[in-house]
């Protein structure tokens, strides 16, 4: 019965506050990184609010260079990559007359490479619209957040002990105990749930830049960083994260066939060791979930919500699962007269 109320109880939650989900998930990232400067600040008898105002320009400022530091290079590529985008069905042609000639010369037999191309460029046209229309609304929504996330995250790290003890106090006292044990025990498997993403992207991220290095693809480390941070979407990043080293290569100077195969080869190995070893082993058992629970989640939640419901379909899924087992747990030491249950 308390499982049944909690878990109507989030689903509402969840559909109220769909619009600000992503950013309230990236405010709270924010705030678990800056959280302990704060702390730092503090205990060097700064006032909190300066404190946090302090850590918080600081932040926006680097943003800031960083962005002013990166943006023309950006912009510069991004021209470059708009002036070859015309003449893709071109560099795809030209792969496909490789890889006709090889095939006539090796295996005695070809196709017509013209109808391959036709076709590639067609299929390619067609996923790129309906991709663009899903990521243009998806970048809407980000430029919004990202309005609101600064503000967000300023009174998360001014205000958000004296929220949490408001809440607690809130409890009647036979609930207070058992209230802070459910806190304390989600925020740490959060927390290992944080640690398991970081070590699933970074890990992603390096084999990809090794395997773009050796396979002397361009921006080996800027490709690799982002297929790490594509593959984090669940399903839909697997198929994501192939575009970018494959456009790249389309794209170069002089692209060839081998190049695009190899693109592909170290996504694949990289996904495939993400597979078989850091989602079962790293995030699914830091979140002490089983695989199939993670999968039909992910599924549920991008269906109801999008690519919002993707990435926080995990934290979510098994935030539940511990309030619902500390409950229980809570029931079984306290007692149903201790905790007022019955």
């Known amino acids: 019965m308390v499982f049944a109320v909690g878990l109507g109880a989030a689903w509402i939650f969840l559909s109220?506050?769909?619009?600000?989900?992503?950013?309230?998930?990236?405010?709270?990232?924010?705030?678990?990184?800056?959280s302990p400067t704060v702390d730092n600040?503090?205990?060097r008898d700064i006032e909190?609010?300066?404190?946090?105002?302090?850590?918080?320009?600081?932040?926006?400022?680097?943003?800031?260079?960083?962005?002013?530091?990166?943006?023309?290079?950006?912009?510069?590529?991004?021209?470059?990559?708009?002036?070859?985008?015309?003449?893709l069905d071109e560099r795809i042609l030209g792969l496909c007359l490789q890889v006709d000639t090889w095939v006539r010369t090796h295996l005695g037999f070809g196709f017509d490479p013209e109808k391959v191309a036709l076709n590639a460029v067609h299929d390619l046209t067609m996923r790129a619209g309906?991709?663009?229309?899903?990521?243009?609304?998806?970048?809407?929504?980000?430029?919004?957040?990202?309005?609101?996330v600064p503000l967000v995250t300023f009174f998360l790290l001014k205000d958000y002990r004296m929220l949490r003890s408001?809440?607690?106090?809130?409890?009647?006292?036979?609930?207070?105990?058992?209230?802070?044990m459910v806190y304390n025990v989600a925020t740490n498997q959060?927390?290992?749930?944080?640690?398991?993403?970081?070590?699933?992207?970074?890990?992603?991220?390096?084999?990809?830049?090794?395997?773009?290095?050796?396979?002397?693809?361009?921006?080996?480390?800027?490709?690799?960083?982002?297929?790490?941070?594509?593959?984090?979407?669940?399903?839909?990043?697997?198929?994501?994260?192939?575009?970018?080293?494959?456009?790249v290569v389309l794209l170069s100077d002089q692209p060839d066939f081998l190049s695009v195969v190899l693109a592909l080869l170290v996504v694949f190995v990289a996904q495939t060791v993400d597979n078989l070893y850091l989602m079962p082993r790293v995030v699914a058992k830091s979140?002490?979930?089983?695989?199939?629970?993670?999968?039909?989640?992910?599924?549920?939640?991008?269906?109801?919500?999008?690519?919002?419901?993707?990435?926080?379909?995990?934290?979510?899924?098994?935030?539940?699962?511990?309030?619902?087992?500390?409950?229980?747990?809570?029931?079984?030491?306290?007692g149903p007269q201790k905790t007022g249950f019955s």
């Open 16 to 34: 109220v506050a769909s619009p600000i989900l992503f950013t309230l998930a990236l405010s709270a990232m924010f705030y678990a990184a800056l």
């Open 41 to 43: 600040l503090v205990r």
């Open 48 to 87: 909190k609010s300066t404190a946090v105002a302090i850590v918080m320009v600081v932040v926006v400022l680097l943003m800031l260079t960083l962005t002013a530091l990166l943006y023309p290079l950006i912009s510069h590529q991004f021209e470059t990559f708009s002036s070859r985008a015309g003449q």
């Open 130 to 148: 309906a991709m663009s229309s899903s990521v243009s609304s998806y970048f809407n929504d980000v430029a919004f957040s990202l309005l609101l």
């Open 166 to 180: 408001e809440a607690m106090q809130a409890l009647p006292n036979r609930y207070f105990e058992l209230g802070w």
């Open 190 to 247: 959060l927390q290992n749930y944080a640690r398991g993403i970081f070590i699933q992207a970074l890990s992603m991220s390096l084999i990809c830049t090794v395997g773009f290095w050796l396979a002397g693809i361009e921006y080996a480390p800027v490709l690799g960083l982002l297929v790490g941070l594509l593959n984090l979407i669940p399903f839909f990043g697997i198929s994501l994260a192939k575009i970018p080293p494959v456009l």
């Open 287 to 334: 979140a002490s979930l089983h695989p199939l629970t993670v999968m039909l989640g992910v599924m549920l939640a991008g269906y109801y919500y999008g690519f919002i419901g993707l990435i926080l379909a995990v934290p979510v899924i098994f935030s539940m699962k511990v309030i619902y087992s500390e409950l229980l747990r809570g029931f079984k030491h306290f």
